[in-house]
C-alpha cells in the first residue's frame, strides 16, 4: 500500500533560519505530492504540490522537487519567520479509478522563534 | 467562494450517545472525503462520496460508522455509541468532478468530537 514518512518533530528554529522537512512516499503507482500546512486550531491548507517527476512546487517562499528517483519531497524554505510556526503534513494522492484519496505522513510541527 | 463548511465545530458527547458531523462541499464540488486526526498523529482516510453515492469507504471503522451524501443538503458522517476512542478531530474535504488525480483537495476547519 502507499505510505509517506516525514521527520518527526517539533523542529525548532530561528528566524530567518533555513528549514528543511525531510518526506519520502512509497506508492504502487505513480503519485502526485503535496504539502500541507495545519495552523492551530484550523484545518489543512494545501502549501504546493506537484504532479510529476521533477516538478518543483513552490508557493509563499517555500519548495519541494519531486524526486521519482528517491521517492522523495522534500520541503525547504530559505528564511522562515514566525508566521510559519505550524504543523506540516506531506502527503499523496493515488491516482487509481476509485479517486484521489491522500496518503498523509505524521505530520512535522515547526516552532520558529523571534 | 465560500470554501468548505463543517458544524458544529465541536461537539461534546457522553459515551453510548450519537454523534453526527456535518460537511458542505465547496460550491461547484460533487466529491467529498473524510478524514481522522487522532491526537498526535496525521490524518487518515476514513471514506469518499459523490452524490448519493459511497465510492470508497476503505478508511471506515466496520461499526457503528456510516456516511452520506444525499442529493440534496450536506454530507454527514455519523457515529453511533460513541466511545472514548472516537475522540479525535474529523476534517471534510472536497473536489470538482473532473479528471482523476489532478484535482486538489479543499478542507474544511474540522469538527473537534470530544467523547466524556
Known amino acids: 500500500g502507499n505510505s509517506v514518512t516525514q521527520m518527526e518533530g517539533p523542529v525548532t528554529l530561528s528566524e530567518e533560519a533555513f528549514l528543511t522537512i525531510n518526506c519520502t512516499y512509497t506508492a504502487t503507482g505513480y503519485p502526485s505530492l503535496f504539502w500541507y500546512v495545519q495552523y492551530p486550531g484550523e484545518g489543512l491548507q494545501l502549501l504546493l504540490k506537484a504532479t510529476k517527476a521533477d516538478d518543483k512546487g513552490s508557493n509563499k517562499g517555500f519548495e519541494a522537487t519531486y524526486r521519482k528517483e528517491t521517492t522523495s519531497f522534500h520541503l525547504e524554505k530559505g528564511s522562515v519567520q514566525v508566521s510559519d510556526s505550524a504543523v506540516y503534513f506531506c502527503a499523496l494522492s493515488d491516482r487509481g479509478a476509485a479517486g484521489n484519496k491522500l496518503t498523509f505522513g505524521g505530520g512535522t510541527r515547526v516552532l520558529v522563534k523571534p | 467562494n465560500a470554501g468548505v463548511m463543517q458544524n458544529p465545530r465541536h461537539l461534546v458527547r457522553r459515551r453510548g450517545q450519537e454523534a453526527r458531523l456535518r460537511c458542505s462541499p465547496m460550491?461547484?464540488?460533487?466529491?467529498v472525503y473524510w478524514y481522522r486526526q487522532l491526537p498526535e498523529e496525521g490524518l487518515k482516510f476514513m471514506v469518499y462520496l459523490q452524490k448519493e453515492n459511497i465510492i470508497d469507504e476503505s478508511g471506515m471503522p466496520k461499526e457503528r460508522f456510516s456516511a452520506e451524501f444525499p442529493k440534496e443538503g450536506p454530507s454527514i458522517l455519523r457515529i453511533q455509541q460513541v466511545v472514548r476512542g472516537d475522540s479525535a478531530a474529523y476534517f471534510c474535504?472536497?473536489?470538482?468532478?473532473?479528471?482523476?488525480?489532478?484535482?486538489?483537495?479543499?478542507f474544511g476547519p474540522g469538527t473537534r468530537l470530544t467523547v466524556t
Open positions: 474535504a472536497s473536489s470538482p468532478a473532473g479528471k482523476v488525480g489532478i484535482y486538489e483537495q479543499y
Open positions: 460550491k461547484g464540488h460533487s466529491h
